[in-house]
């Protein structure tokens, strides 16, 4: 393998790894606020959904992202409501936006466009662009450091730089800021932070709010970004294996990345090598595609004891009068 084709790979890794980074950093709001929120998956769904079919009919990548957002924030409040006012379960209420976005996009999908359940191709102004770096195409033919610059760092979409700058972002709310100091409380003591008459309700509604915009951004990414429209199912469990890298990671940013780039990482080998050959031996296509979803389930299998979740996950508060 040429270092031409290695920068390739880890090129689609970041463009592969970014809408579970982003469902990731979602799920690591929620659950270190102590709602456990399995309905990732549908929230990035919907917000696929509506992202495209909104840019599809304006024309606008921007107003389709701001509908993206839009329709996760109302699946948010919804689990919201279900799990923290009226103290649901929330692993049902989970479900139950997984079940309601895989049927209503497709619904709603074929009673607007009458394209099988599927938005029109986005061209032009209804996709977000690459976004070149200064001198990358002057940089190209230099060793080493110019496939580097050009191919690796230059040629995202900016939602690609969004996902980035996340990280430090999320690493920094939550260590050093009063509301991340708050959060995490709530998550592991929350009839403390109630003590210290600080709004535990508050609080998880801020944390399940955050988690909607960022799955919102996900779900956009996938449809107006990394693919040019929505297909039926185009999520395809990036929900789940963004739990599973959130559960590896331990629920801290960093390694949360890390993570979801190891996965990203597996994605791009099974896109890149279809059929490999290992001494006479050729693996087919469809084990290089199962690749990351059975690292979810061994990681799932190995770390769920492990990894100790916050204390007051999945459990509703209830106030002491």
Known sequence: MDFLTLIQIFDSTIRLATPLLLACLAGLYSERAGIFDIGLEGKMLMAAFFSAAIAAVSGSVWLGLLAGIASSLLLSGLHGLASITFRGNQLISGVAINFLAAGMTVLVAQDWFQQGGRTPSLFGG????????????????VPVIG?????LLSGHSILVYVALLA???????LYRTRFGLRLRAVGENPAAVDTAGVSVVGLRYAAVAICGVLCGIAGAYLATALQAG?????????GFIALAALIFAKWRPWQAMGACLLFGLLQAVALRFQNIDLGGVTIPVQVMDALPYVLTVVILAGFVGKAIPPRAGGEPYVKER
């Open 126 to 141: 209804g996709r977000f662009p690459p976004i070149k770096w200064p001198f990358a195409d002057a940089l190209s033919d």
């Open 147 to 151: 496939p580097i610059y050009s191919e």
């Open 167 to 173: 990280v430090p972002a999320t690493w920094w709310v």
């Open 230 to 238: 929505f297909v039926k199912d185009m999520t395809a469990g990036r």
